[in-house]
């Protein structure tokens, strides 16, 4: 490959890269000599000979006799591009870098379908290398106790909300059990699961449809984790509280919580979550 071609290469262009070789060739050169040793047009030879300069690759030189130019010596210029294009290959990097990123923001995958949504949850249950969270019932549970148990046998640690509160175990929970009334009805049940606090699936299940979704997205992981995790806790609260809970808060406290539950009873809400809890 010509030493023109190489040159273009590296961005100049053509006009540019005979120009320089004709320059680097020897000596200082005024526009004339330059245009007659490069073959360029007259009138394209200064633009060509001035835009070496600001490449760094030519200098101007002012003499008595006009302006001539002298090339920057090639393995100076060499070293300039080189600078340039790792400057340039680092820029390229960072930015390629962010958008990759950008590109990996996990997606929230919509599922369809009791097969389905049963599938994804085993599949869960199976990648999991450290924590699952559960929240269940028992048909779901009977479904998946098979992976729950493997997953145990792995040394995974096993969260379970059986939302059911069941008064005798079916014996599909696994790990750390916990029973307490948070079913959303008669006519629906959910599934949640937490792998590792970094993957989840949430689906509800009707007679006549399962929909469910599942993302790696940390704020709906985080989501899907703390109603397991505060649930857990405000059941066990309230279970140890018992009816001494009334006089623990203040009335303005209560009222509080009274208009953010969506029966309007707090206290209420409590004593049905923990009324099937079995100790």
């Known amino acids: 490959m010509g030493i023109h071609v190489l040159l273009q290469e590296l961005g100049f262009s053509e006009y540019e890269a005979r120009a320089y070789v004709s320059l680097a060739s020897g000596g200082t050169r005024n526009g004339y000599e330059v245009a007659k040793a490069s073959g360029l047009p007259r009138a394209s030879v200064y633009p060509v ?92 549970a009977a479904q998946l106790a098979q992976p729950l148990r493997d997953a145990r046998a792995r040394g995974v640690s096993i969260t379970t909300l059986c939302m059911q509160a069941c008064a005798v175990e079916c014996g599909g929970c696994q790990g750390d059990i916990h029973r307490y009334c948070l079913a959303p009805g008669a006519h629906a049940r959910w599934l949640m699961v937490v792998a590792d606090d970094s993957h989840m699936l949430a689906g509800e299940i009707s007679a006549a449809d399962a929909l469910a979704v599942a993302t790696d997205q940390r704020l709906i992981v985080e989501l899907a984790a703390s109603y397991i995790r505060q649930s857990l806790a405000l059941a066990t609260v309230a279970s140890e509280l018992g009816d001494s809970f009334h006089g623990l808060i203040s009335q303005r406290a209560l009222q509080v919580l009274d208009a953010l539950h969506p029966e309007g009873s707090f206290l209420e809400h409590l004593k049905r979550i923990t009324s099937g809890m079995v100790t």
């Open 49 to 140: 000979l001035e835009k070496l300069v600001q490449r760094g690759a030519a200098r101007r030189l002012d003499t008595r006799d006009g302006v001539r130019y002298v090339a920057t010596p090639p393995e100076r210029m060499v070293q300039r591009i080189e600078k340039t294009h790792q400057r340039t290959l680092t820029a390229v990097r960072e930015n390629l870098a962010a958008l990759e990123q950008t590109a990996e923001t996990p997606p929230v995958f919509n599922l369809q379908g009791y097969d389905e949504l049963m599938e994804q949850a085993r599949a869960d249950i199976d990648d999991a290398n450290t924590t699952l969270l559960i929240a269940i019932q028992p048909n779901e």
